[in-house]
T-cell receptor
Framework: GIQVEQSPPDLILQEGANSTLRCNFSDSVNNLQWFHQNPWGQLINLFYIPSGTKQNGRLSATTVATERYSLLYISSSQTTDSGVYFCAAYSGNTPLVFGKGTRLSVIA | EAGVAQSPRYKIIEKRQSVAFWCNPISGHATLYWYQQILGQGPKLLIQFQNNGVVDDSQLPKDRFSAERLKGVDSTLKIQPAKLEDSAVYLC???????????FGEGSRLTVL
């Protein structure tokens, strides 16, 4: 089945800084999503982005399907951005597979 | 629009006891998933339903876990008997169709003592 790898595993930022999270996947994808898991454990949808670029406020994402990676950009980070960011992908008949996540800590 | 509903939010049981979790997906969503998330790890798929049929249950420990989705709407996940390693958050998700955008419930946190 598809392999999903995320980097970096941990990231500490000063409030106001920008960051880029990366997701590599081993096969072509039908669906790719980015989630934010907040400190209470809730998985929040950020982007549904099998290809192309999307933006939502301070967050944007780009998936280059032909090169098998996706990037999540966070600009002007805030303490509320803290938590774990997951990338997850569908490929062929394989159900959504999650990466191990990037744990982000934003310090005031 | 109401999101994915799950209950109970928290459950503490002794090993070898049984437990059941309930999930009501977003209205109209044909595909329903149960994931297990152990602390510090990403969610792992246990079972996927399309309407009331099972699409994938290859990672469901069938000797102790069972799940059903009667009438193609809400679903129940049962563990009997529970083991210590079953301590985790059980997440239910739904999507309009296969490979569609997934939406997760708040999860049910299980502690097995």
């Amino acid at each position: 089945g598809i392999q999903v790898e995320q980097s970096p595993p941990d990231l500490i930022l000063q409030e106001g800084a920008n960051s880029t999270l990366r997701c590599n996947f081993s096969d072509s994808v039908n669906n790719l999503q980015w989630f934010h898991q907040n400190p209470w454990g809730q998985l929040i949808n950020l982007f549904y982005i099998p290809s192309g670029t999307k933006q939502n406020g301070r967050l944007s994402a780009t998936t280059v399907a032909t090169e098998r990676y996706s990037l999540l950009y966070i600009s002007s980070s805030q303490t509320t951005d803290s938590g774990v960011y997951f990338c997850a992908a569908y490929s062929g008949n394989t159900p959504l597979v999650f990466g191990k996540g990037t744990r982000l800590s934003v310090i005031a | 629009e109401a999101g994915v509903a799950q209950s109970p939010r928290y459950k503490i049981i002794e090993k070898r006891q049984s437990v059941a979790f309930w999930c009501n997906p977003i209205s109209g969503h044909a595909t329903l998933y149960w994931y297990q998330q152990i602390l510090g790890q990403g969610p792992k798929l246990l079972i996927q339903f399309q309407n009331n049929g099972v699409v994938d249950d290859s990672q469901l420990p069938k000797d102790r876990f069972s799940a059903e989705r009667l009438k193609g709407v809400d679903s129940t996940l049962k563990i009997q008997p529970a083991k210590l390693e079953d301590s985790a958050v059980y997440l239910c998700a739904s999507s309009l169709n296969w490979a569609g955008e997934l939406f997760f419930g708040e999860g049910s946190r299980l502690t097995v003592l």
